[in-house]
T-cell receptor
């Protein structure tokens, strides 16, 4: 059965800390893995990963995919209170997307 | 930059009525749009993939006769919840990728539906 598992479920850190969020998956005919940030409303797209070992970076956020071990990590360095959100991972297989349950990150001032 | 809009933002309706939600891509053409549903404190669930000029592809467990999708143009997809019931109350979100290489996925702001 196809599935996407994110860990941890919830995380509380202080401003300035670095966090690593994990996403592991089992999907038939993997096409891509996507990361999103969701605050109060619709998600914001962060990254799409299709190739193993190539880091994608955007400011303090970065992500990498390991297609052999079937996981991805999302790193956030020097966290800020504005990073508080639910981070969703989704994996695209043939004709479908499967979302993980998300990691709820709370950054304290 | 590319933007996806949704209308309306909020809908409150009586049980048994039909509700239409519009999703528009504003600065780009989208041959494919995606419709999601999110219940409180749960993750997004993909409902269907809307294809311009052809039938939508529905995810397992989503009733195609209940959730009618029309993608009549490259910038507009509509989701109609027919004969809505309280259990259909949810947050409905659409999205589309911009660019040939699907560089970025843009989400609409979502439509919150409450069926009384």
């Amino acid at each position: 059965e196809d599935k996407v598992v994110q860990s941890p479920l919830s995380l509380v850190v202080h401003e300035g800390d670095t966090v690593t969020l994990n996403c592991s998956y089992e999907v038939t005919n993997f096409r891509s893995l996507l990361w999103y940030k969701q605050e109060k409303k619709a998600p914001t797209f962060l990254f799409m990963l299709t190739s193993s070992g190539i880091e994608k970076k955007s400011g303090r956020l970065s992500s990498i995919l390991d297609k052999k071990e079937l996981f991805s990590i999302l790193n956030i360095t020097a966290t800020q209170t504005g990073d508080s959100a639910v981070y969703l991972c989704a994996v695209e297989g043939t004709y479908k997307y499967i979302f993980g349950t998300g990691t709820r990150l709370k950054v304290l001032a | 930059g590319a933007v996806v809009s949704q209308h309306p933002s909020w809908v409150i309706c009586k049980s048994g009525t039909s509700v239409k939600i519009e999703c528009r891509s504003l600065d780009f053409q989208a041959t494919t749009m995606f419709w999601y549903r999110q219940f409180p404190k749960q993750s997004l669930m993909l409902m269907a993939t809307s294809n311009e000029g052809s039938k939508a592809t529905y995810e397992q467990g989503v009733e195609k006769d209940k959730f009618l999708i029309n993608h009549a143009s490259l910038t507009l997809s509509t989701l109609t919840v027919t004969s809505a019931h309280p259990e259909d109350s949810s947050f409905y979100i659409c999205s589309a990728f911009s660019g040939q290489g699907r560089e970025t996925q843009y989400f609409g702001p979502g439509t919150r539906l409450l069926v009384l």
